[in-house]
């Protein structure tokens, strides 16, 4: 059922409504506010993901430039990030989650965001070209566009299908990791992507259901806001069912690229525990306002554990023979 | 997000250059080892 939107608080970009800062003496930027703008936590994610594309991949590279790689890759996600929450620094103000971040708390101005999220991407690109190959520069920087730009600028504030298209930007990582080992594109990287691609909208539709009232009030058009939590609930349930068969794929492949049993029976295991948490979200209803939305924080914490220990298991399967 | 905050902006401005400067050393070991790996 389509339900109005509220109105949005001031387009992202524009002025900050950050009366507390008036008349405030400016102070320097602290590092440790800079290091939060890169949002270390999602960064691990990323570097895990990549970390596992870099490792699974069947040519060695040498450890030097498997530790420049995944920093490129850590460098990049942490300029994206940075640009953000420089762009989106008035919704955040607007919302619980993140109206701590620095920059709505007053603790860091939007030029000097702006400028070292600039410096990272940029530095990360170069590096990445320089040290280990232009593809995976050129991947890398198409997935800080995508993140930055296409998700962030364009996407976010206009259409529900935000996260399922913006979510690309997020299942690169390994994409990138496997490029700069191998130094070309096949199709088990490709693969890869399409699994962090299909797990990324019932992993933030689950946190979107229990932070539902915060993106209603700055206005974004999460699927719960617009589409209601009915309809979410059965896409979070469909992308679940398709995620089965994908994420034990690799286990299928034609020719040289594909795993043992060891990543295909854990990635039908996992996968099938991930189904389960799915039906217990998509088959029910909210309770009523006092509902505590268990199985939704179970899906979204299930998730999480789900995507590393899926890669580990791809690590693991490139490392031990049985 | 910080914790323990220095308390005024020259404690703030030294702690940020000295993570610069440890930044800056870090970039140019790993150039000198990136360099060694791509010659081997």
Same mark, same amino acid.
């Given at each position: 059922?389509?339900q109005a939107l509220p109105q949005p608080l001031p387009?992202a970009?524009?002025?900050?409504k950050?009366?507390?800062? &008036? +008349? !405030?003496? @400016?102070?320097?930027?602290? %590092?440790?506010?800079?290091?939060?703008?890169?949002k270390?936590?999602?960064?691990? /994610?990323?570097?895990?993901?990549?970390?596992?594309?870099?490792?699974?991949?069947?040519?060695?590279?040498?450890?030097?430039?498997?530790?420049?790689?995944?920093?490129?890759?850590?460098?990049?996600?942490?300029?994206?990030?940075?640009?953000n929450q420089?762009?989106e620094a008035d919704l955040d103000a607007g919302m619980k989650r993140t109206a701590q971040r620095?920059i709505p708390q007053?603790?860091?101005?939007?030029?000097?965001?702006?400028?070292?999220?600039?410096?990272?991407?940029?530095?990360?690109?170069?590096?990445?070209?320089?040290?280990?190959?232009?593809?995976?520069?050129?991947?890398?920087?198409?997935?800080?566009?995508?993140?930055?730009?296409?998700?962030t600028?364009?996407?976010k504030p206009?259409?529900p299908?935000n996260i399922?298209?913006?979510?690309? &930007? +997020? !299942?690169? @990582?390994?994409?990138?990791? %496997?490029?700069?080992?191998?130094?070309?594109?096949?199709?088990?990287?490709?693969? /890869?992507?399409?699994?962090?691609?299909?797990?990324?909208?019932?992993h933030f539709w689950a946190l979107a259901l229990f932070v539902k009232t915060d993106y209603a009030k700055v206005g974004i058009p999460m699927m719960p806001v617009v589409a209601g939590e009915?309809?979410t609930?059965?896409?979070?349930?469909?992308?679940?069912?398709?995620?089965?068969?994908?994420?034990?794929?690799?286990?299928?492949?034609?020719?040289?690229?594909?795993?043992?049993?060891?990543?295909?029976?854990?990635?039908?295991?996992?996968?099938?525990?991930?189904?389960?948490?799915?039906?217990?979200?998509?088959?029910?209803?909210r309770?009523?306002p006092?509902d505590a939305m268990?199985?939704e924080k179970?899906?979204f914490?299930?998730?999480?554990?789900?995507?590393?220990?899926?890669?580990?298991?791809?690590? &693991?399967?490139?490392?031990?023979?049985? | 997000?910080?914790?323990?905050?220095?308390?005024?902006?020259?404690?703030?401005?030294?702690?940020?250059?000295?993570?610069?400067?440890?930044?800056?050393?870090?970039?140019?070991?790993?150039?000198?080892?990136?360099?060694?790996?791509?010659?081997?």
């Amino acid at each position: 059922m389509e339900q109005a939107l509220p109105q949005p608080l001031p387009l992202a970009g524009g002025e900050l409504k950050a009366a507390h800062l &008036a +008349g !405030a003496t @400016p102070m320097p930027a602290d %590092w440790r506010d800079l290091f939060a703008l890169t949002k270390p936590r999602v960064m691990s /994610l990323v570097i895990f993901t990549g970390l596992c594309g870099l490792l699974a991949a069947p040519q060695n590279i040498h450890p030097v430039l498997g530790f420049t790689a995944i920093l490129c890759i850590a460098m990049g996600a942490g300029g994206a990030a940075a640009l953000n929450q420089w762009w989106e620094a008035d919704l955040d103000a607007g919302m619980k989650r993140t109206a701590q971040r620095p920059i709505p708390q007053g603790r860091l101005d939007r030029t000097t965001a702006r400028d070292f999220a600039g410096v990272l991407c940029a530095a990360s690109v170069f590096l990445m070209g320089v040290a280990i190959s232009w593809l995976a520069a050129a991947i890398l920087a198409i997935s800080i566009v995508y993140y930055a730009v296409v998700y962030t600028i364009w996407l976010k504030p206009r259409t529900p299908q935000n996260i399922v298209i913006g979510g690309g &930007a +997020g !299942a690169f @990582p390994p994409l990138i990791g %496997w490029v700069a080992a191998t130094g070309h594109i096949s199709l088990m990287p490709v693969v /890869l992507f399409a699994i962090i691609f299909m797990w990324t909208p019932p992993h933030f539709w689950a946190l979107a259901l229990f932070v539902k009232t915060d993106y209603a009030k700055v206005g974004i058009p999460m699927m719960p806001v617009v589409a209601g939590e009915r309809s979410t609930r059965r896409q979070i349930l469909v992308y679940a069912v398709l995620l089965l068969p994908l994420s034990a794929l690799p286990w299928w492949l034609p020719g040289d690229e594909h795993t043992g049993a060891i990543y295909g029976v854990s990635a039908l295991v996992l996968s099938s525990v991930f189904l389960g948490f799915a039906v217990r979200v998509g088959l029910r209803e909210r309770t009523g306002p006092d509902d505590a939305m268990k199985p939704e924080k179970q899906l979204f914490a299930y998730s999480i554990l789900y995507l590393f220990a899926l890669f580990a298991a791809l690590v &693991a399967d490139r490392f031990i023979a049985i | 997000m910080p914790d323990h905050k220095p308390q005024t902006a020259e404690q703030i401005r030294r702690s940020r250059n000295r993570v610069l400067a440890l930044s800056l050393a870090a970039f140019v070991v790993l150039i000198f080892f990136v360099s060694i790996a791509k010659m081997s």
